[in-house]
């Protein structure tokens, strides 16, 4: 409860309005599903890829009313939540190269449209907080965790990509604004979050990486293709929402 609040302290202190009368109280279940076709493909620059591990935190979501757009005037923008449909307070680890449905725990929130959602990857940046908190730990301070190999003709080695997706400002979440259209009703059962480790990738060139000359390849900071590997998780849609 204790952090549950904690987190709709954001919206609070922006303006955000929680459900009125006359609005339904519900709960269902939350879901994560991965993409087990995403353990083979091949790179954007022609790299063949194997995935043995694609582990991701998921949590705190909120789900909004507004609308997104990518106007920058008024109240009509990508970080406005509008009223506050729904919300889950955990941060849970799932697999995503397994297609099976993982239970990640119960959302609760009030009837009605939902047209975003607001999230984070195991960290939350609270207004009133100095520092960013880490709310799960599983992944020794990581977000996600990538490990596998690239093979091209007759070269090849492994990779560890492990990355901690932190907001990149107090007072937001690391992914904001990912639209979405359902009305939420008494009888919806469940929402399923669905991952494709192949995607979140999808801008990553592995032959800069084969030339560092290591095996296996442990990304860094310091290395240009950490911030592809944030972005390509935290932009143009990395997860896709559904209910049922």
């Not at 297609?99 to 959602?117: A, P, W, Y």
């Amino acid at each position: 409860m204790q952090k549950h609040l904690l987190f709709l302290v954001i919206f609070l202190s922006s303006g955000c309005k929680i459900g009125s009368t006359g609005e339904a109280m519900i709960e269902y279940s939350l879901y994560a599903r991965g993409t087990s076709q995403s353990a083979s493909f091949t790179s954007t620059d022609g790299w063949d890829i194997t995935l043995t591990e694609a582990r991701l935190i998921v949590g705190p979501l909120l789900l909004c009313s507004h609308v997104p757009t990518f106007s920058k005037s008024g109240s009509d923008s990508l970080t406005e939540c509008g009223k506050v449909m729904g919300d889950f307070d955990g941060a849970t680890l799932f697999d995503a190269l397994s297609d099976h449905e993982q239970f990640l725990g119960s959302l609760t929130g009030i009837s009605g449209q939902i047209n975003s959602i607001f999230y984070d990857h195991g960290y939350l940046w609270l207004p009133t907080q100095g520092e960013v908190q880490l709310v799960n730990d599983d992944l020794q301070g990581n977000s996600v965790t990538i490990t596998g190999s690239a093979t091209k003709d007759a070269s090849t080695f492994d990779f560890v990509f492990s990355v901690p997706l932190i907001p990149i400002k107090k007072g937001l979440q690391t992914v904001m604004g990912v639209g979405v259209d359902f009305e939420g009703t008494p009888s919806t059962k469940k929402m399923v979050i669905q991952g494709d480790p192949a995607y979140w990738l999808r801008n990553v060139r592995f032959g800069p990486l084969y030339d560092m000359g290591t095996s296996p390849l442990i990304l860094t900071e310091e290395m240009g293709t950490y911030n592809i590997v944030y972005y390509g998780l935290t932009t143009s849609a990395p997860l896709d929402f559904s209910w049922e």
